[in-house]
């Protein structure tokens, strides 16, 4: 009987040992794995994965690549985040970002005073020019002097957008996206598109949608990082980390490889 009473007792131990290592490993967070709560949360970062030199998809590895993925990366590692790219669209991309579905969003998002007022942004992080587009054909516009009387089209929010609306005469036609701006310029429904530069000289290079730049440079825009309203502090470790690659060289050297003259 003592030699089963002596058993009981060790087991009663074993038992109350291994609960108060059950309540370690779950006290946490309510973390199974008491180390997962050691490396910091993923934040989800918004990007629109059609939008080359900013993002784009690598054919060979089909990963996203491009100024702002390699950027946003750079930010990470001086920030010490843990960053997740999510490829949207840039309508769902703002929307996410405005309702906190994603941390985050980075894809040449131009700092309006209309966006400023639904969206927590970083410190700027490029400014860049805008260009007007028209199709080849076209002999008529040859700069802004002559977008009186034309139908002028440019995603909504844009710096683009507020730049026709302050031409007398001008038609503004407003996109969910400059995708489908740049579609209505090529199937002749719209005259021109004001886009930034990059985006402008990246469908006008398209052989095939036969467009092409004039009037050389059109006012300006600046972008930045959007971030959710509800995570003040991510928004204070990014700009830590904007601020480091912009001091340590990072920003131009990216400049240099991606836009080239921006």
Known sequence: MKRVSVV????????????????????????????????????????????????????????????????????????????????????????????????????????????????????????????????????????PDQLPGMTIGAQRGSSGASEVQNIPGTQLAIYPSFDLAFQELISGNIDAVLAGKPRATSYASVPSNKLKIVGGEFGSETYGIAVCKENPALLTKINEGLAAVKADGTLDKLTRKWLANP
């Open 8 to 143: 009981l007792v060790i087991l009663v131990w074993i038992g109350v040992i291994l609960a108060a290592c059950g309540e370690k490993a779950t006290s946490t967070n309510g973390l199974s794995n008491p180390d997962a709560a050691l490396s910091p949360a993923k934040i989800r970062v918004g990007v629109e994965g059609i939008l080359p030199p900013f993002e784009a998809i690598n054919t060979t590895t089909k990963e996203l690549t491009g100024f702002d993925i390699e950027l946003m990366k750079a930010i990470a590692t001086r920030a010490g985040l843990n960053i997740q790219f999510v490829n949207v669209g840039k309508n769902q991309l703002l929307t996410g970002v405005l309702n906190c579905q994603y941390d985050a969003g980075i894809s040449a998002i131009s700092m309006t005073d209309e966006l400023r007022q639904q969206l927590e942004f970083s410190d700027p992080y490029l400014t860049i020019a805008q260009a007007l587009v028209v199709q080849k054909g076209n002999i008529t516009i040859t700069g």
